[in-house]
């Protein structure tokens, strides 16, 4: 057998090797940590830990520059990067997206922590603008109630409940029942951080930086940008309106570049 016809045969074996992301859509990679009730539990504060956070933050942040993403999005151990719809690293194969941006997400957290962790991604498919910012009002309602019910739980476990008392105490109760669970044990959860009850948010901004031009002798203002970490974002519909800003923003961008 022919070295070429070789190297063919075993190529072919590679099925999910060409399969791309359709184009002209938008895609959000979405990791989660692998593994991370464990690891958590023995590292960091219950039920939300600063350092923890931080730590999250900083690897969104790494993988919203690298992967060139308009939004990033973070609550409890999870990662949501939005791609704009004329995005093309790596020819859009989604093999490649999901695997380095597991890879990297694992990198940074683990440097940061100083233990090995893992990350696993997916990707999300819209084909609309308003697809975009349903997908992130379902992942911040998400945020909310994984908080409540993270809340809840370790307000039980911190008085004294075993793990299946707690559980078995939560099973099947409301928002109302756990809210005035909380209120007994003087917390009160409309207060709490906005982070840990609507997530964070990153994103791009522009901003004015002063310089000086030293052939003209003059003060000269450019327009940089950067991120912004927005640890207070709205909610409901008017998280859907920043994130719509953020969509219509991008694709004015794009029409530009193609026009």
């Not at 990297?104 to 609309?128: K, M, N, T």
Request: glycine share 6%; aromatic share 12%.
């Amino acid at each position: 057998m022919k070295p070429s016809d070789f190297e063919a045969r075993m190529r072919s074996g590679e099925f999910f090797h060409d399969l791309r992301m359709l184009p002209a859509t938008w895609a959000v990679l979405r990791l989660d940590g692998h593994g991370f009730t464990r690891f958590t539990a023995r590292r960091f504060q219950k039920p939300f830990d600063a350092s923890f956070h931080a730590q999250m933050i900083a690897t969104a942040e790494r993988l919203l520059e690298r992967f060139q993403g308009l939004y990033a999005y973070t609550e409890s151990d999870e990662i949501s990067i939005l791609l704009p719809r004329d995005w093309d690293l790596f020819d859009r194969e989604l093999e490649k997206a999901a695997s380095l941006s597991a890879s990297l997400a694992g990198a940074v957290f683990s440097i940061a922590c100083g233990e090995p962790v893992q990350f696993d991604s997916r990707a999300w498919l819209g084909a609309r603008d308003e697809d975009v910012v349903d997908y992130f009002r379902w992942r911040q309602a998400d945020a909310t109630r994984c908080a409540l019910n993270g809340w809840s739980y370790w307000t039980l476990r911190k008085a004294g409940r075993s793990v299946a008392e707690a559980t078995a105490a939560l099973h099947g109760k409301s928002v109302a029942f756990k809210n005035d669970l909380l209120r007994n044990h003087g917390i009160n959860f409309n207060e709490l951080p906005c982070w840990q009850r609507r997530g964070t948010g990153i994103y791009w901004e522009r901003f004015e930086k002063e310089g000086f031009d030293p052939m003209r002798g003059l003060a000269v203002k450019t327009v940089r940008r950067r991120m912004k970490v927005d640890r207070e974002l709205p909610m409901k519909g008017e998280y859907g309106k920043l994130v719509e800003r953020l969509v219509r923003s991008a694709d004015r961008e794009g029409s530009r570049r193609t026009a």
